[in-house]
């Protein structure tokens, strides 16, 4: 076997491995967060809770200025 063939099949394995890796941190990822049993809230849910127009912002009424 020659070194090109050589260094070929060394980048194909590694890059393989790689998404096997990603894949299987993904699913390790899910299944802590299935774990945790936190309830997910949309920002909407939120807004209604609290009664405003906006959370993370405030309006500059001088914008238009």
Known sequence: MNLLSFLSMLILAITLLTMVFGVIAYFL???????????????????????KELLFFVKDENANE
């Open 29 to 51: 990822y899910k299944a802590r967060e299935k774990k945790k049993g936190v309830e997910s809230i949309s920002y909407e849910e939120v807004l209604k809770e609290e009664n």
